[in-house]
């Protein structure tokens, strides 16, 4: 495999230092509000150079959101790949997705205010890796307890998405780990924690 030239790893940085800088100000101002100047001041570039990077502010709004939403399919499975039982994989899936809203929490703010503003068909590419994302907790709580129906286990699992994402106000001035402790707990105890105490003989008549 060729080893990248001087240029191409530079090249590389100023793009990450582009989308870095677009993150940032999107999440605090939202897309509308950011202009190009305003991007490519914060990034250290002039405005032409950005377009030798992006071909549109909007073009960088769909490398966020598509970019993290592949990376929450890809980890996501390689999570339930990588786990010994479904409890397991349920647990791992919790944890992995409580880092990515403590870490990414001005991604989610991005996502939840300025989607509509994404092209139609990276809209259309957004929702579908988030559908698969969805799909793959669907598959272990199914697996879990197949007594709900798909379309319960669906509404439960976005309710958690909805207490996990909460991070941009759950942990703003709060201490990481524990913002980190309540929210997994919280969520095992939606998602996992009924469905044990249910079946458990304590309970059994």
Known sequence: MKEPTRRSRQKAERREQL???????FAERGFRAV???????????????LYRHFESKESIL????????????????????????PSDALRSLITFHTDFAL??????????????????VDAKTVSRLQRAYLEIWVTVLNELDSTDSESVIRTKIQAV????????HSALHRDTETTRAVLEEMAIDALWLPLLRTSSPATAT
Request: hydrophobic content about 45%; aromatic content about 2%.
């Open 35 to 49: 202009s190009i100047e305003d991007l490519a001041s914060d990034a250290g570039v002039s405005g032409p150079a």
């Open 103 to 120: 870490r990414d929490r001005d991604l989610i703010r991005i996502q939840d205010h300025d989607f509509a503003n994404l092209a139609t």
């Open 161 to 168: 998405f909805g207490l996990l994402n909460s991070t941009p």
């Open 19 to 25: 989308l870095a800088a677009a993150s940032r100000l």
């Open 62 to 85: 769909a490398d966020l959101l598509i970019n993290v939403s592949e990376r929450l399919l890809r980890q996501g499975t390689d999570r339930v790949a990588n786990a010994t039982s």
